[in-house]
């Protein structure tokens, strides 16, 4: 089986207000590369980045002691993707996207949810997290969620114009080698019960996305 390296955490510019979601997924051996203005989140969440790469158009700037990669400003890519470029050039499969959504810019954000699938196809394995949400991509697989209280809700976003065969396991609303249609709303909000859910898909992609309970 090929490595995927060292985890790696990804820092975007996105405003978080408090860091401690991450601790769950954290070892102590991560790298860690910022995206443009991801130098202050990774700075307020107590992490010193190994690579720091950007046009520093959103308040980032080369860093003493880690790897400073300079863009142009006009460029075909965004600072996300010219980050997770980084990673692959490293031979860091395993990611950690945060402080990726959310903030004033909209098309950023479903650029960055749709980014797992271009991360996926190039060998990668990408979790996207921020204080309110966890996204994964899913993709003729499946995965078992432990139980964490902090996300609690879950949906399946069908990516794909039909994802079939989509079985869940320890939910509140069950499925059984179902069909999803992308823009149907069957398989938004489930709950899981007292313990580990199960979320396998036969063909085809789909987000799956946890969240907070309401307040």
């Excluded at 969440?45 to 690579?51: C, E, I, K, N, R």
């Excluded at 300079?70 to 990673?87: F, N, R, S, V, W």
């Excluded at 949400?133 to 794909?160: A, G, K, Q, T």
């Amino acid at each position: 089986m090929e490595t995927q390296g060292p985890r790696v955490l990804i820092f975007g510019a996105a405003p978080c207000k408090d860091w401690s979601f991450l601790s769950p997924y954290l070892t102590g051996a991560e790298k860690v590369i910022c995206a443009d203005g991801g130098v202050k989140n990774a700075a307020a969440a107590g992490l010193t980045p190994d690579v720091v790469i950007g046009d520093w158009d959103s308040g980032g700037a080369p860093e003493v002691g880690a790897d400073n990669v300079t863009l142009p400003a006009e460029k075909d890519l965004t600072d996300l993707q010219a980050a997770l470029e980084q990673a692959l050039l490293r031979g860091w499969k395993d990611v950690l996207l945060c402080a990726c959504m959310g903030g004033p810019r909209l098309d950023h954000t479903a650029s960055n949810l749709t980014i797992l699938e271009w991360f996926r196809d190039r060998g990668g394995t990408g979790l996207l997290l921020d204080w309110d949400s966890e996204v994964r991509l899913l993709s003729d697989e499946c995965v078992v969620l432990p139980s964490y209280p902090r996300y609690h809700y879950f949906s399946l976003i069908p990516l794909d114009r039909k994802v079939h065969g989509v079985t869940i396991r320890g939910a509140k609303y069950p499925l059984d080698n179902a069909t999803l249609t992308r823009g149907d709303t069957l398989s938004v909000s489930n709950e899981p019960l007292d313990g580990p859910v199960t979320v396998s898909i036969a063909a085809g992609r789909a987000l799956l996305i946890r969240t907070q309970r309401e307040n």
